[in-house]
């Protein structure tokens, strides 16, 4: 059973910056995709940044040279630096993984997840 557990989310003002961790336990393949997911109030869950396997990363657009992912394997880490926060970055986000690919904008495929840590900037 793979357990995926957030921290590091609080209240920032904007321009801010955070760095949420997922603590991961459990069986994780060194291939596996882990991913970072947010979901704001009235809005369905986006991804918001992937790392694979092979180390390569992907971003939503409107986080692209604002997050950093980052894993340390060693230590079953998972990071997202988050800089130059706005309002419209507000939401409980959420670490995921998944086995077999490492698409973004299919949050559906992921199939452990963590419980989430809540982000406001204000």
């Known amino acids: 059973e793979v357990q995926l557990v957030e921290s590091g989310g609080a209240s920032v003002q904007a321009g801010g910056s955070l760095r949420l961790s997922c603590a991961a336990s459990g069986y994780i393949d060194s291939h596996y995709c882990m991913g970072w997911f947010r979901q704001a109030p009235g809005k369905e869950r986006e991804g918001v940044a992937t790392?694979?396997?092979?180390?390569?990363?992907s971003y939503k657009d409107s986080v692209k040279g604002r997050f950093t992912i980052s894993q340390d394997n060693a230590e079953e880490m998972l990071y997202l630096e988050m800089t130059m926060l706005g309002p419209d970055d507000t939401a409980v986000y959420y670490c995921?993984?998944?086995?077999?690919?490492?698409?973004?904008?299919?949050?559906?495929?992921?199939?452990?997840w963590g419980r989430g840590t809540q982000v406001t900037v204000s």
């Open positions: 995921a993984a998944r086995g077999i690919g490492c698409d973004l904008n299919t949050p559906d495929d992921f199939h452990f």
């Open positions: 790392i694979g396997g092979d180390g390569t990363a």
